[in-house]
């Protein structure tokens, strides 16, 4: 299948205030169109920040990262925000939705964002909130909203796009276990559903586990031969 997402010989090291700090070693990895992808490690080990360079949140310090044939490095900030609205979807350990804004105006922020009008996008997000089971919360502020049913509307502001990729940074780490464990399984079955590639850095190996392949990353190097490649 098609590689949708790769990177080749990334590395990262930060520079702040005279500090260096080497964080990711030659990193080569591909992620095929549609596929389940956990990257594992203990805290520390650089998940985020390869998961940020993915992303095109940040930059590696050597290499290139390529989405849908693009080399990240060559496009203008306008194009890789463009990029990243219409064809990845992002989802974290804190749902970070807007406050001021009602469950549906924030799963329909992404399409407005990308220039659809008010009706159309709100007709798409209610879709999307009906997939996650929260039909009946549409209107409720965040604050009104419990911790799973928050991750259940960042999940359906990460599909609303139709993303070629979602990404996703310990998204049930804030969750206690049986509810983490709702918030996988809707994860897995929409992406799957919807033919989307969902990469998630965690530490949990039993979650990594039950994804379509496991890459394993250690003091900022993957372990042999898992690229994917
Ligand atoms: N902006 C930064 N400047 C300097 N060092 C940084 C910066 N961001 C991250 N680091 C360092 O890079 C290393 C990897 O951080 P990263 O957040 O990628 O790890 P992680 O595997 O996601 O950890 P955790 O599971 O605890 O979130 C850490 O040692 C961290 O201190």
């Given at each position: 299948m098609q590689d949708v997402l790769y990177c080749q010989h990334i590395s990262k090291t930060y520079n702040d205030a005279g500090n260096t700090t080497p964080v990711l070693h030659d990193i080569s990895l591909a992620i095929h169109g549609g596929e389940h992808v956990a990257i594992l490690g203990s805290s520390g080990s650089g998940k985020?920040?390869?998961?940020?360079?993915?992303?095109?949140?940040?930059?590696?310090?050597?290499?290139?990262?390529?989405?849908?044939?693009?080399?990240?490095?060559?496009?203008?900030?306008?194009?890789?925000?463009?990029?990243?609205?219409?064809?990845?979807?992002?989802?974290?350990?804190?749902?970070?939705?807007?406050?001021?804004?009602?469950?549906?105006?924030?799963?329909?922020?992404?399409?407005?964002i990308g220039g659809m009008s008010a009706e159309k996008a709100n007709e798409k997000a209610a879709q999307l909130l009906n997939d996650v089971g929260l039909s009946h919360r549409r209107e409720h502020m965040p604050s009104a909203l419990s911790g799973g049913e928050r991750q259940r509307v960042a999940i359906a502001r990460a599909l609303v796009n139709n993303p070629t990729v979602v990404l996703a940074d310990e998204p049930t780490g804030n969750l206690d276990d049986s509810t983490g464990e709702q918030i996988y399984q809707l994860l897995k079955k929409l992406s799957k559903e919807k033919q989307t590639a969902f990469v998630v850095v965690t530490h949990d190996t039993s979650l990594a586990a039950r994804m379509d392949r496991v890459l394993s990353i250690k003091d900022g190097e993957l372990l042999a031969n898992q690229t994917g490649r």
């Open positions: 985020s920040t390869l998961l940020h360079l993915l992303a095109g949140l940040d930059s590696p310090s050597e290499g290139d990262v390529y989405f849908l044939g693009e080399n990240l490095a060559s496009l203008s900030p306008s194009q890789l925000a463009e990029l990243r609205n219409k064809k990845m979807g992002f989802i974290y350990q804190f749902h970070h939705l807007l406050a001021e804004f009602t469950a549906l105006e924030n799963v329909a922020m992404p399409l407005r």
